[in-house]
């Protein structure tokens, strides 16, 4: 084929994407700079020849995708000097160049990626995958960090890796050999050890090496783990004497109720790529949720002190949580759960890279996705999707976040998803713990009842709660735990996703444009707001300390047999139903013949209540004394039942 020399001296800045179809060949030294959110694919080979000699040669910002050959051939350097001609660049967490080179090519060529320090303070055993070959350890120290392997003695190991058929990590000597898929943890508290000042000297590290960029595939077999519950198991000693609970942690299950599969069928796995992973491709039979740690803390005596996370429950095709969990960035390693003990395989080929970040997901919203589940077969298996939109209409999902005084977001937020896949007031397969909460301060979730009553505590703490749309006017718990000691004010905001957890209301979509929507109780102010995508509340400092019930959410404020402001039900038998009807020009409270007092709260569009009726005399129609608005009615009574609507005077 015909050499097309590629002598690129200008930045691709000014367009969206760049197409080579021959090979491409960079043979000088003039600058070739990708910039940020750009495209430039080659169709064929890209090499770089001998002549190139100067670092960053090849800046990318952006995106490359080589469906060829990649070949570096600048014979006049070393292997870490030729990476250092072609460096994909890291600004921030999602700021950085990707490159993809098609699994079922050759790679010969060495390259560098720039990524961001690891923080000893939040990792001091920090999390790391590995996008490059290497045949020992020692190889891969001098590549990536240019420090001399040690072998020391195990809590001092520069490095440990885990072991998804023992269920532990094991401490890696200088001759040993590596896997491109392997979860890996970085020692960056034994200081001599030689990460840690790294780590802490620099904002971010060059890492050097030959891309792996082919087909990986990592079975599993569940029938390795113990038959016995957690209870025991769990107080078992591993092959180095640590018991199994003193760092196995279950982000997904809770105990008691699933102490026979708590801690088990959890794997851990690298990203082996020098692009982005999206795990909606990956074969998702028996998965029950994905998990990235954000912060981790273990400690030889303590075992597990801190860990934190962001993940993403799955169930019959449906997600739920946080969509951050399921984009797996370059270096990053992550969690897989699945059900129960059958034998998975994971593989990983080009059907999982992407250049997507986790806020461009919504993108993908426009059918199935392609890759999993563009098959008929595969079609049939998708509930309530419409295949023209993508978007399952009955999925509604809002985030709660917690935030400082001074904007910082903290590490606290908790799901509600509604959605016809989840059974009411019983655990299932998209609910999540929050199985690190302890005594921090921030708001978790409890299992609602299914009669709608108040929870008053709860033997569940939960980040992720799902409830079916028929769960209409009643209280969905949200409990807001204050850290012993901490008197400081916060605020909580919102995220609001419909159709799906990718599918992100923008700030110019104030609520669900269906006229669904969640809503935020606050009982000591008696304020009562909907949740919308400006939805920011100020928690009030208070030195009352622990878990309270202060704080609601609910889902909808009128039962779907209400369906219209200007209906008068004066003649339709609804003896067992209370509900705010019109009539001529007065609103009027009609009660559920079964109760006999109820406390009655008008609340306006701002959440501020403007009328309160209280020990009501339910035998007879409340007459309710409105100007023209558009008002909330909540309506509690002394059963404890509830009822919330929407009118418009």
């Known amino acids: ?26 043979t000088g030294n003039a600058k070739v700079k990708v910039e940020s959110k750009t495209l430039v694919y080659f169709g064929d080979d890209f090499r770089i020849e001998s002549g190139v000699s100067q670092a960053k040669t090849i800046e990318n910002a952006g995106n490359i995708k080589i469906d060829g050959e990649f070949h570096n051939e600048a014979t006049a350097l070393d292997n870490k000097a030729k990476a250092g001609v072609f460096v994909s660049t890291w600004t921030d967490a999602d700021n950085y160049g990707q490159v993809i080179i098609n699994d079922a090519n050759v790679t010969s060529g060495f390259l560098a990626m720039e990524k961001g320090s690891i923080d000893p303070d939040i990792f001091p ?25 040690q072998d020391l003695s195990r809590y001092k190991s520069p490095m ?40 802490t000297g620099n904002a971010k590290l060059q890492y050097s090496g030959k891309p792996t960029n082919g087909t990986y595939s990592v079975t599993y077999d569940g029938a390795n783990f113990p038959s016995t519950n957690w209870t025991v198991w769990g107080n078992q000693q591993n092959y180095y004497s640590e018991k199994y609970k003193t760092y196995i942690t279950d982000p997904i299950r809770s105990l008691p109720a699933d102490e026979a599969t708590y801690g088990k069928y959890l794997y851990q796995l690298g990203n082996p790529y020098t692009s982005n992973l999206d795990l909606r491709e990956a074969n998702l039979i028996g998965v029950k949720g994905v998990i990235k740690y954000t912060e981790f803390d273990w400690e030889q005596s303590t075992g597990v002190a801190t860990a934190i996370a962001q993940k993403a429950t799955y169930a019959a095709n449906v997600w739920a949580g946080d969509k951050e969990a ?47 589940a563009n098959t008929t077969a595969n079609l049939s298996l998708i509930q309530n999707v419409n295949s023209n939109t993508g978007i399952n209409s009955d999925f509604h999902q809002v985030s709660l976040s917690l935030y400082s005084t ?51 505590t709860s033997t569940r703490k939960m980040d992720i709660n799902t409830i079916n749309p028929d769960f209409i006017n009643k209280s969905i718990p949200l409990f807001f735990n204050r850290a012993t000691g901490d008197s400081q004010g916060y605020y ?22 269906n006229g669904n929507s969640f809503y935020f109780y606050d009982s000591k102010n008696n304020t009562f707001i909907p949740v919308t995508t400006d939805f920011n509340y100020y928690v009030e400092p208070e030195n009352i300390y622990g878990a309270k019930t202060r704080y609601e959410l609910y889902w909808n ?12 039900y004066m003649e339709t038998d609804m003896s067992g139903t209370t509900y705010v009807f019109k009539h001529n020009t007065v609103h009027k409270v009609r009660f559920n013949e079964t109760w006999s007092k109820a406390d009655v709260n008008v609340y306006d569009i701002y959440g501020m209540n403007i009328l309160s009726y209280s020990n009501v005399d339910t035998t007879s129609d409340l007459t309710l004394d409105l100007q023209r608005g558009v008002y909330f009615v909540r309506i509690e009574a002394n059963t404890g039942e509830l009822h919330v609507q929407k009118i418009i005077k």
């Open 557 to 568: 404020g009128a039962p779907s047999l209400v369906g219209s402001n200007n209906l008068n």
């Open 1 to 26: 084929m015909k050499k097309n020399y590629l002598m690129l001296s200008l930045s691709f800045g000014m367009i969206s994407g760049c197409l080579f179809a021959q090979n491409a060949y960079i």
């Open 492 to 513: 909580v905001k919102a995220d609001l996703f419909y159709g799906s957890i990718f599918n992100q209301l923008g700030d110019s979509e104030t609520n669900f444009s």
């Open 406 to 456: 001074d904007g910082e977001a903290l590490a606290n937020r908790v799901f509600v998803a509604v959605t016809s896949v989840a059974e009411n007031a019983v655990p299932n397969n998209l609910e999540a713990e929050y199985y690190d909460f302890d005594d921090r301060t921030g708001f978790y979730l409890g299992q609602e009842k299914e009669d709608g009553g108040i929870v008053r």
């Open 326 to 372: 399921v984009i797996i960035k370059p270096f990053e390693p992550f969690q897989i759960a699945y059900e129960d003990a059958d034998t998975y395989t994971f593989t990983f080929t080009d059907d999982l890279k992407t250049f997507k970040t986790a806020n461009e997901l919504s993108e993908d919203i426009n059918g199935v996705i392609t890759g999993r």
């Open 160 to 199: 440990m890796r885990w072991h998804n058929l023992k269920f532990r990590y094991d401490h890696l000597s200088s001759t040993t050999s590596l896997a491109p898929t392997d979860y890996v943890i970085l020692n960056l508290d034994h200081v001599p050890a030689g990460l840690s000042s790294l780590m």
């Open 125 to 149: 055993w920090g999390q790391f995958s590995i996008p490059f070959s290497f045949n020992t350890t020692n190889e891969a120290f001098d590549y990536l960090f240019d420090i001399v392997y």
